[in-house]
């Protein structure tokens, strides 16, 4: 049973993190209203859990929770999603320096839709590598995953990226 | 990838991620490696790119407070069934009403100071991109700690403590004078690998918000604490975990 003192040690240790809670989800669920929903639940679940916390990194804590959240919203809202597997093979390395040719259309709504097109695992580990800053020791924590998958993970998605931007901006140049 | 090294083995170098003896290696290798050469500006390039276009998205402030709402939903909930469960021996009183007005009070500043030292974390970061533009990042370039710090001297009314950490893989760059919060403040730049680390050191001041925590926001980690009647932030791309890493070099 949580007491008085333990809502404020969350509100200290775990509601500072809420905008990287928010950011995690918006990526994972790719969708701002839904994304809202999952962060709400996942917070009350960590709130519920907060005697399970034993210290540490409270960030990658909170982190892995709305991760799980995710995954459990997903996996009911949208099965297909995460049948979607890294298939190398299929996207060809294209030729065209992306830097030439960059800059011409919003370069953010570009970024985003790229980062949107990314298989969930993928983006995933992009999204708390890039945007959250994660170690990745923490992410190992918050995805559940071993430290050699994180790093393959990694530099697969960073080229699938990197290919996609390439192929878009050689499209628009087109 | 042709080479001995592994694709992985790029990124972890990128991401501050090798220990420092294969760290090293790969460095030696880099020099005569074209493959990785290009692996890693890419690496970089895609990096910077990602970082410029504020990809990060913020909790809206209505999510803020339906978060807010239901937190105190929830605690009211558990209270109610404590004392529930203790009705024969707790009798509501002037004393329970009072405390729970105390308690609300404290729910409140903690609200309002979290408010206000989430403000001073973002005008920190503000100020960390703002010093990695060109020419904005040292006012004084050294890697000696008996220049950066009489630098200061006379340019503050306070002296920040000045240490090299080369040997610990956190070498001291330069220093520059800042703002944040309306006053001056040192800042003091370290680098690790391809990252940079801003360190700002001002005095803890008895009215003003006090920083202590870590968390991260646009894919920059900070990590604030105070000591002795110093407060201290460092700011940086670099991983968390190189931050905690530096914090105890500093060990104030």
Redesign the interface.
């Known amino acids: ?4 003192q333990d ?2 040690r ?4 775990v ?9 995690l989800a ?2 994972l669920v790719r969708n ?1 209203a839904d994304s ?1 929903d999952v ?2 639940e996942a ?2 679940r960590a ?2 859990f907060f005697d399970r916390f034993h210290g540490g ?1 409270a ?1 990658a804590w909170l982190l892995q929770i709305v991760r799980n959240t995710c995954y459990t919203w997903l996996e009911k809202n949208r099965p297909a999603e995460l049948m979607t597997e890294f298939n190398e093979e299929v996207h060809q390395q294209p030729s065209i320096n992306p ?1 030439a040719l ?1 800059g011409q259309a919003d ?2 709504q570009r ?2 839709r790229a ?1 949107e097109s990314l298989p969930a695992r993928a983006r995933e580990v992009l999204v708390l ?10 992410i190992v924590q918050i995805a559940g995953i071993p430290i050699g998958t994180v ?2 993970t ?2 697969r998605a ?1 080229a699938r ?2 290919r996609t ?1 390439t192929a878009a901006t050689a499209k628009e140049a087109s | 990838m042709n080479c001995e090294f592994s ?2 083995t ?3 170098y990128f ?1 501050g ?1 090798l220990d420092a003896v294969r760290s090293a290696e790969f460095e030696r290798h880099l020099e005569s490696c074209g493959e990785c050469q290009a692996e890693l500006r ?2 970089e ?3 910077e ?12 402030p ?3 407070d ?2 807010h709402k ?2 105190v939903r ?2 009211n909930a ?2 109610a ?2 004392s529930k469960a203790r009705k024969l021996f707790f009798v509501p009183s002037f004393a329970a009403l009072a405390a729970a007005a105390v ?1 609300l009070l ?2 409140f500043l ?2 309002q100071s ?1 408010n206000q030292s ?1 403000r001073i974390t973002t005008e920190l970061i503000d100020a960390h991109v703002r010093s990695l533009q060109p020419g904005h990042l040292t006012d004084v370039l050294s890697s000696d700690q008996h220049t950066v710090k009489p630098w200061f001297d006379g340019k503050l009314d306070f002296i920040p403590p000045v240490s090299d950490f080369s040997q610990q893989g956190f070498p001291l760059v330069g220093g520059r004078l800042d703002i944040v919060d309306g006053h001056n403040v040192a800042a003091l730049v370290y680098a690790r690998r391809k990252h940079f680390i801003n360190l700002f050191v001002w005095p803890y001041r008895e009215k003003g918000t006090s920083l202590a ?9 900070w990590l604030t604490w105070q000591s002795g009647e110093m407060q201290f932030c460092l700011i940086s ?1 670099a ?4 931050l905690r890493e530096l914090k105890d070099l500093i060990g104030q």
């Open positions: 049973m949580l007491g008085p809502r404020i969350f509100e200290q240790l509601l500072p993190h809420l905008d990287s809670a928010a950011n918006r990526w701002r809202e962060v709400q917070m009350l709130y519920r990194d960030r830097e960059a370069e953010r970024l985003m980062l590598r890039e945007l959250e800053g994660c170690s990745y020791k923490e790093m393959s990694l530099a960073r990226l990197q931007l | 694709e992985t790029v990124h972890g991401d991620e890419e690496t390039s895609l990096h790119r990602l970082q410029q276009s504020n990809l990060f998205e913020q909790a809206s209505q999510l803020r339906r978060i239901q937190i929830e605690a558990s209270g069934k404590i308690l404290a729910g903690v609200f979290h989430a925590g870590s968390g991260s926001h646009q894919g920059y980690n791309d991983s968390a975990t190189d």
